[in-house]
């Protein structure tokens, strides 16, 4: 199944695979636009969408969870890049508290592990945050 329309979207190339993360989309019942945390790819070999990645778990303090990682926060026009087989995301403007808000975080995607990182921590100072940026 094809991801939903979006804009803003963060995209990398991962093997065969076109990845797309996040971005823009119309919110089904209101039609406004909302940000996006869904991961999907294309499978150039196969010619087919995968549908949203997640991977349910069951579970953790008597909850189901989502075992593909955390997610980074729902966001458009943030960098992406591929670097060592990884989709890496960075800053991008989010839903955050208090309402959205341009981000300087990291993470990425490791299609091998089939898993979010959650935010990478890294030596030295991070740029300041910033939105529409390339990597």
């Not at 070999?45 to 990682?69: H, M, N, T, Y």
């Not at 960075?90 to 935010?119: E, P």
Request: proline content about 5%.
């Amino acid at each position: 199944m094809p991801p939903r329309a979006r804009a803003f979207h963060s995209a990398g190339v991962l093997g065969e695979k076109f990845f797309v993360f996040g971005g823009v989309g119309l919110d089904g019942a209101t039609q406004d636009g909302i940000l996006l945390n869904d991961l999907h790819y294309f499978d150039a070999k196969a010619g087919v969408w995968s549908g949203e990645l997640q991977r349910p778990a069951c579970c953790r303090d008597g909850a189901a969870f989502d075992a593909i990682g955390p997610k980074p926060l729902a966001r458009a026009h943030a960098g992406g890049a591929v670097v060592d087989g990884r989709l890496w995301v960075f800053g991008g403007i989010a839903d955050a508290a208090g309402g959205r808000r341009v981000m300087n975080d990291l993470h990425y995607y490791d299609d091998g592990l089939a898993r979010w990182s959650g935010k990478v921590g890294a030596a030295g100072a991070a740029p300041a945050p910033r939105a529409a940026g390339a990597l």
